[in-house]
């Protein structure tokens, strides 16, 4: 077959108009696909807050023991009977408060015999006075040889002797009457009696209770040797002291540091430590468990962020800032907290406008407005050692 040089012009011809309009109808159709421009997000409000700087306290915090100032074994000095207890067990008694009551009837009446032994003996004390008197009248005159002055002087010796015997005797005999009742000796608590009335009591080998002071009240505890550059500064200025009992929803006994022993245990680099702590309820008792806090000085010049503000992520800690319209993620470092803020040590500034709000819907450079949020009062109390 043969085809004229017509025929081919007017089939090249075809195909490239053919092209040409595939062309249009894609550029027209890319066109539509690509639409109008997106607008970029808006700013997304939220709360900031500005770094402080201020001067905070430095704590040093310890698990320690609490422990009786005085816990001492009630017992009788004299043998008798238990007459009465007119306390109960586990009563708080004050000083002086009679606790137990022995028999007292054998020991009145000792004290009867040696005060009527003092009076015959003070009768005889008054002839022996007068007699001696007359004998020497009667030997200055020569009526009387001085064998019988010299006798009637021994006697009148003998006598004030005796009678001073008599009031020994009567002073032992009050003595024992008195010991028939055991006192409190001091301010404290009674535990589970150890005899009931009708007990026959022997001296000083029946032990009938026990008695604790509770106000004031030890807690002991062993700060690390490092920390003695800042604690054996108590005896020349007051170092407070503060515990608290995980179970008692943050209630506080305030007192002060007291004792830190002579030697470090050099098995555990320790010392023992010891704080005096007011206790007027009475609701610490001796052998619990408690938190104590030392305030061992002050830190001036202390950068400060709310809590709600710092982020945790594989690098560390975070906090977000808010810096011309953008939020930027800092990387900080952290120490004690106190109330609702934490302390930071690298990462801000003072017056860095750090976000507390929104923050799980913002991510590193998102656009954001910043709201200044209501300042927050500074708590005063660390979470940490300082």
Same mark, same amino acid.
């Given at each position: 077959m043969s085809f004229s040089l017509k025929n081919i012009g007017l089939g090249t011809s075809a195909v490239a108009l053919v092209a040409i309009?595939?062309?249009?109808?894609?550029?027209?159709? @890319?066109g539509d696909a690509r639409g109008p421009a997106v607008a970029s997000p808006p700013p997304l409000p939220v709360l900031v807050a500005a770094v402080d700087q201020r001067t905070v306290p430095?704590?040093?915090?310890?698990?320690?023991?609490?422990?009786?100032?005085?816990?001492?074994?009630?017992?009788?000095?004299?043998?008798? =009977?238990?007459?009465?207890?007119?306390?109960?067990?586990?009563?708080?008694?004050? +000083?002086g408060q009679l606790l137990y009551q022995i028999?007292?009837?054998?020991?009145?009446?000792?004290?009867?015999?040696?005060?009527a032994q003092a009076r015959r003996d003070a009768a005889a004390l008054d002839y022996s006075r007068v007699s001696q008197h007359?004998?020497?009248?009667?030997? &200055?005159?020569?009526?009387?040889?001085?064998?019988?002055?010299?006798?009637?002087?021994?006697?009148?010796?003998?006598?004030?002797?005796?009678? #001073? #015997?008599?009031?020994? #005797?009567?002073?032992?005999? &009050?003595?024992?009457?008195?010991?028939?009742?055991i006192r409190?000796?001091?301010?404290?608590?009674?535990?589970r009696s150890l005899v009931h009335e009708g007990t026959l009591i022997n001296a000083a080998g029946t032990q009938l209770n026990t008695l604790v002071q509770l106000d004031p009240i030890y807690v002991t505890f062993n700060p690390s040797e490092t920390d003695l550059n800042r604690l054996g500064e108590y005896r020349a200025k007051t170092i407070p $002291?503060?515990?608290?009992? +995980?179970?008692?929803?943050? &209630?506080? =006994?305030?007192?002060?540091?007291?004792?830190?022993?002579?030697? *470090?245990?050099?098995?555990?680099?320790?010392? *023992?430590?010891? $704080?005096?702590?007011?206790?007027?309820?009475?609701?610490?008792?001796?052998?619990?468990?408690?938190? *104590?806090?030392?305030h061992v000085g002050d830190r +001036?010049?202390?950068?400060?962020?709310?809590?709600?503000?710092?982020?945790?992520?594989?690098?560390? &800690?975070?906090? =977000? *800032?808010?810096?011309?319209?953008?939020?930027? @993620?800092?990387?900080?470092?952290?120490? $004690?907290? =106190?109330?609702d803020r934490i302390v930071v040590t690298k990462g801000v500034t003072v017056g860095d406008a750090v976000i507390v709000g929104n923050l799980q819907k913002i991510a590193p450079g998102a656009p954001v407005r910043p709201i200044a949020g209501q300042r927050q009062a500074f708590g005063g109390t660390s979470a940490g050692a300082g």
């Open positions: 309009g595939v062309a249009l109808l894609a550029s027209s159709g @890319q430095v704590y040093l915090d310890f698990v320690a023991t609490t422990e009786a100032i005085r816990n001492i074994t009630l017992e009788a000095k004299v043998t008798g =009977y238990l007459a009465s207890q007119p306390v109960g067990d586990g009563a708080d008694v004050s +000083p028999d007292r009837r054998d020991y009145q009446v000792a004290l009867d015999q040696a005060s007359r004998t020497a009248v009667l030997a &200055k005159d020569g009526w009387a040889t001085q064998d019988s002055f010299d006798q009637t002087t021994s006697t009148l010796n003998q006598s004030q002797a005796t009678l #001073a #015997a008599d009031a020994a #005797a009567v002073e032992a005999a &009050k003595l024992n009457l008195g010991y028939t009742e409190s000796p001091f301010a404290g608590r009674l535990g $002291a503060e515990v608290t009992m +995980p179970d008692q929803d943050g &209630k506080r =006994y305030a007192g002060t540091l007291t004792f830190l022993d002579n030697t *470090v245990d050099r098995n555990t680099g320790t010392i *023992v430590a010891r $704080a005096t702590i007011v206790n007027p309820d009475h609701s610490l008792l001796p052998g619990e468990f408690v938190h *104590v806090r030392l +001036p010049d202390t950068l400060l962020v709310p809590q709600v503000a710092l982020g945790s992520s594989q690098l560390g &800690k975070y906090v =977000y *800032v808010a810096d011309n319209g953008k939020a930027q @993620q800092r990387m900080v470092s952290i120490g $004690a907290t =106190y109330g």
